[in-house]
């Protein structure tokens, strides 16, 4: 009897021991097995998204500086759209640049519209839309995507403050131009004509060809930094400096650092080399 219970105990003090060992053992054939599997499965590689155009709400009347702060820094396109056909302003605008020849249909690159080149009549573009509203003709936005993506490797942020007006756009700045500078104190017909030298007459305006942008800094980098690197670099990507300092008789606007419009690199080349406006340029073109 003694026996029996001798050996019984001992077997239990056993048990305890081996299931502690089978459990160990199971646990590191099952971090064995989980090993196995993951160095077996290919791994997701970590991708960074390029940054791309932003763009924003129009600036203030008086300084140019954005309204709000940018909702995005991706790009987004969405389809194709056609302009409408855009009407010749019915208000005369004053004479202020020779006469140009004209270019041909395939030189769209070099459709002059100022104050005595108004819009073709039944003019109409194919618009690439961007984020924000913005819309451009589609033929220059590969170009604009790569003029920003390098003036962000370069330090620099651009941001798209107007892109393509409608003729309802473009009167709709020109009435606020016009009521601001009536509370200013001055007379309607003095108002008209001090709003006439910063905002183009309906009709008028390179704004309506979806050619032109109007480009200031993220809200919170330098503009001056921003419009340097592009009056520099933007004829690599086939842009100029629209209006700039020192032809305000011949381009009828006051000097804009900000107004950036599409020609084509050859001709944005010739055109910053030489220092002459648009106007200029097409001016010596031969007939």
Same mark, same amino acid.
């Not at 690159?109 to 104050?115: I, W």
């Not at 620099?156 to 509370?183: C, G, V």
């Not at 330098?222 to 009056?231: E, K, S």
């Given at each position: 009897?003694?026996?029996?219970?001798?050996?019984?105990?001992?077997?239990?003090?056993?048990?305890?021991?081996?299931?502690?060992?089978?459990?160990?053992?199971?646990?590191?054939?099952?971090?064995?097995?989980?090993?196995?599997?993951?160095? =077996?499965?290919?791994?997701?590689?970590?991708?960074?998204?390029? +940054?791309?155009?932003?763009?924003?709400?129009?600036?203030?009347?008086?300084?140019?500086?954005?309204?709000?702060?940018?909702?995005?820094?991706?790009?987004?396109?969405? +389809?194709?759209? %056609?302009?409408?056909?855009?009407?010749?302003?019915?208000?005369?605008? +004053?004479?202020?640049?020779?006469?140009?020849?004209?270019? %041909?249909?395939?030189?769209?690159?070099?459709?002059?519209?100022?104050?005595?080149?108004?819009?073709?009549?039944?003019? %109409?573009?194919?618009?690439?839309?961007?984020?924000?509203?913005?819309?451009?003709?589609?033929?220059?936005? +590969?170009?604009?995507?790569?003029?920003?993506?390098?003036?962000?490797?370069?330090?620099?942020?651009?941001?798209?403050?107007?892109?393509? =007006?409608?003729?309802?756009?473009?009167?709709?700045?020109?009435?606020?131009?016009? =009521?601001?500078?009536?509370?200013?104190?001055?007379?309607?017909?003095?108002?008209?004509?001090?709003?006439? %030298?910063?905002?183009?007459?309906?009709?008028?305006?390179?704004?309506?060809?979806?050619?032109?942008?109007?480009?200031?800094?993220?809200?919170?980098?330098?503009?001056?930094?921003?419009?340097?690197?592009? =009056?520099?670099?933007?004829?690599?990507?086939?842009?100029?400096?629209?209006?700039?300092?020192?032809?305000?008789?011949?381009?009828?606007?006051?000097?804009?650092?900000?107004?950036?419009?599409?020609?084509?690199?050859?001709?944005?080349?010739?055109?910053?080399?030489?220092?002459?406006?648009?106007?200029?340029?097409?001016?010596?073109?031969?007939?």
């Amino acid at each position: 009897m003694s026996q029996y219970h001798y050996h019984n105990h001992k077997r239990k003090r056993r048990d305890p021991l081996a299931l502690i060992l089978w459990l160990l053992l199971l646990a590191v054939a099952a971090l064995i097995v989980v090993y196995a599997l993951r160095s =077996r499965s290919p791994k997701t590689p970590e991708t960074t998204a390029a +940054p791309a155009l932003t763009e924003q709400t129009a600036p203030s009347a008086d300084t140019g500086v954005p309204s709000q702060a940018p909702a995005s820094t991706e790009l987004q396109t969405a +389809p194709p759209t %056609t302009a409408a056909p855009q009407t010749a302003p019915s208000t005369e605008a +004053p004479t202020t640049a020779p006469a140009q020849p004209e270019p %041909t249909a395939e030189d769209w690159k070099l459709l002059l519209v100022n104050a005595d080149h108004p819009l073709p009549e039944g003019f %109409t573009v194919a618009l690439k839309g961007l984020r924000n509203g913005h819309q451009v003709d589609e033929r220059i936005y +590969p170009e604009l995507q790569q003029m920003f993506d390098d003036a962000r490797r370069a330090g620099i942020y651009p941001l798209i403050n107007e892109s393509f =007006r409608t003729a309802e756009r473009q009167q709709q700045i020109m009435d606020k131009y016009i =009521r601001q500078y009536e509370a200013g104190g001055m007379s309607h017909d003095a108002a008209v004509a001090k709003a006439l %030298t910063v905002v183009a007459v309906p009709g008028t305006s390179e704004h309506q060809l979806g050619l032109a942008l109007d480009i200031i800094a993220e809200y919170d980098s330098d503009n001056t930094a921003t419009w340097n690197w592009l =009056r520099d670099n933007c004829w690599r990507y086939g842009f100029i400096l629209r209006y700039p300092k020192g032809k305000e008789e011949i381009t009828g606007i006051d000097y804009e650092p900000w107004h950036f419009r599409y020609v084509g690199v050859p001709t944005a080349q010739e055109i910053t080399e030489s220092g002459l406006c648009l106007e200029e340029f097409l001016s010596q073109r031969e007939p």
